[in-house]
């Protein structure tokens, strides 16, 4: 890995290491059913905080390069249209259909600019993970070794976050999500080195595409 962009997000997100490995040992002696719990919410803040932040800065990465549009995959394109496909949920107007279209032509006519819009729906689980892995053209089949402790990490904290007093994780399964989110945040770094270093976000073998306005 020697892209810059790589470095900057492992600087970005070094102290996220730091942090989980304190999780492991219980440096103040709290109770250890007490901690555990407490230790949960944590570690699925760091796993969405390292998953929003990575992405963000591939986003800056993307903007720096003032790419055209008529020379990136599609689902690029709908990314760069972002919020504007809310106007068509419902039954549309004809006046949003105009406004619509005018921003999808508008969009194939200046450089694209991608807003740093990550929406992990506040509940970054494996179905969530699949959508980000979609929207950049991830594979989504490296976490698959990874993927239930990350759904078991997302409902346990959804559980204790709801006042839930039952939820009594031991320091085995502690350490065993920790491991599992160290593995899905190194993968996610390697999807998105292997996104950058190939130039995925280029169309590949094709004729750039055009948007034909007229004859």
């Given at each position: 890995m020697t892209h810059n962009l790589i470095d900057e997000i492992q600087a970005e997100n070094n102290w996220r290491d730091g942090e989980l490995a304190t999780?492991?040992?219980?440096?103040?002696?709290?109770?250890?059913?007490?901690?555990?719990?407490?230790?949960?919410?944590?570690?699925?803040?760091?796993?969405?905080?390292?998953?929003?932040?990575?992405?963000?800065?591939?986003?800056?990465?993307?903007?720096?390069?003032?790419?055209?549009?008529?020379?990136?995959?599609?689902?690029?394109?709908?990314?760069?249209?972002?919020?504007?496909?809310?106007?068509?949920?419902?039954?549309?107007?004809?006046?949003?259909?105009?406004?619509?279209?005018?921003?999808?032509?508008?969009?194939?006519?200046?450089?694209?600019?991608?807003?740093?819009?990550?929406?992990?729906?506040?509940?970054?689980?494996?179905?969530?993970?699949k959508e980000l892995c979609t929207v950049f053209g991830f594979n989504f089949e490296s976490f698959k070794g990874v993927i239930g402790d990350i759904d078991r990490i997302v409902m346990f904290r959804n559980r204790i976050a709801h006042g839930e007093n039952s939820i009594l994780p031991d320091s085995e399964n502690i350490e065993k999500y920790i491991v599992s989110i160290t593995q899905a945040t190194d993968l996610l770094l390697t999807e998105i080195d292997n996104f950058v270093s190939n130039e995925n976000f280029r169309l590949k073998n094709q004729e750039p595409r055009c948007l034909k306005l007229c004859g």
């Amino acid at each position: 890995m020697t892209h810059n962009l790589i470095d900057e997000i492992q600087a970005e997100n070094n102290w996220r290491d730091g942090e989980l490995a304190t999780f492991k040992v219980n440096p103040q002696k709290v109770d250890g059913s007490l901690w555990n719990r407490m230790c949960l919410p944590m570690i699925y803040a760091h796993w969405e905080g390292y998953v929003v932040s990575s992405l963000k800065l591939l986003i800056d990465y993307l903007n720096s390069l003032k790419l055209n549009p008529s020379e990136v995959p599609t689902n690029l394109i709908v990314l760069g249209l972002g919020t504007k496909y809310n106007s068509l949920s419902g039954k549309q107007s004809f006046d949003q259909k105009v406004v619509f279209t005018d921003s999808f032509i508008e969009i194939f006519q200046k450089k694209i600019s991608f807003k740093k819009d990550i929406d992990t729906k506040s509940n970054l689980n494996s179905n969530v993970l699949k959508e980000l892995c979609t929207v950049f053209g991830f594979n989504f089949e490296s976490f698959k070794g990874v993927i239930g402790d990350i759904d078991r990490i997302v409902m346990f904290r959804n559980r204790i976050a709801h006042g839930e007093n039952s939820i009594l994780p031991d320091s085995e399964n502690i350490e065993k999500y920790i491991v599992s989110i160290t593995q899905a945040t190194d993968l996610l770094l390697t999807e998105i080195d292997n996104f950058v270093s190939n130039e995925n976000f280029r169309l590949k073998n094709q004729e750039p595409r055009c948007l034909k306005l007229c004859g």
